[in-house]
């Protein structure tokens, strides 16, 4: 296992934002996309809806996507959960009218290489707050709340949830100010010993690239509702 997380931490690098990758036009039809796509969950309590990526309904997309991306990371795979029938998904489109909390998108087998996520807004306000802190074990979303800590039988894709970062990045108070204008939805003894590495705001036609081993969160920063593609690659 060691051997593999120092094969993760080889390609690890900073965040990056590609400006102006995807056109007006472009950004319109991942918009009809996620009409089109059915809803795969909708989550009243988080007040998210989430449609995974097909394959098939818009192929246009899918090859300019994955094109544009190996332009700027090389080779890869893409890692996502795969359709009852056994296809792979490119990815989850989420249209979210509440921040969603601290969490790591690091996969649900302990044996993959994970690299990059992406993710591609398309819609205009919102921000991603992403952590200096990372993680090496499965998608994880990392909570205080008692009856969150609880939830044990978790469905097919579900983040497993823990308080272990607390123990993980030492005590130290989370900046306030920051607390105040990004993370206000969080409680701020959730984030003791974490680092702010890189603050994403929303700009259509952009794109976030950065590692899955980052511990990350929406911002509080909502007008009314935001919606974003995430996608996952490994090695």
């Known amino acids: 296992m060691s051997e593999l997380i120092e ?26 996309l996620y009409k089109i796509l059915p809803t795969t969950v909708h989550n009243k309590k988080q007040n998210v809806i989430k449609k995974r990526w097909l394959q098939g309904y818009d192929k246009i997309l899918e090859k300019l996507f994955c094109e544009r991306l190996k332009n700027e990371i090389g080779n890869f795979k893409m890692d996502n959960l795969q359709t009852e029938d056994g296809k792979d998904i490119f990815g989850l489109i989420q249209e979210s009218h509440s921040p969603i909390g ?11 290489q994970i690299y990059k996520q992406t993710l591609i807004p398309l819609t205009p306000v919102g921000s991603t707050v992403i952590f200096k802190n990372r993680f090496y074990g499965n998608s994880t979303s990392f909570t205080l709340d008692p009856n969150e800590l609880k939830k044990k039988d978790l469905g097919y894709g579900q983040n497993k949830r823990s308080s272990e970062h607390l123990e993980l990045y030492g005590k130290k108070p989370f900046d306030k100010k920051i607390h105040e204008k990004y993370l206000s939805h969080e409680k701020i003894e959730n984030l003791a010993g974490l680092e702010v590495e890189f603050i994403y705001e929303w700009e259509l036609g952009s794109m976030l690239i950065f590692d899955r081993t980052h511990l990350h969160a929406s911002s509080s920063n909502i007008q009314g509702k935001k919606i974003g593609i995430a996608t996952f690659t490994k090695k």
């Open 7 to 32: 094969k993760i931490k080889s390609s690890e690098g900073s965040p990056k934002i590609l400006k102006n990758l995807y056109s007006e036009e472009e950004i319109n039809r991942f918009l009809n």
């Open 102 to 112: 601290l969490h790591v998108d690091s996969g649900f087998n302990i044996k993959n």
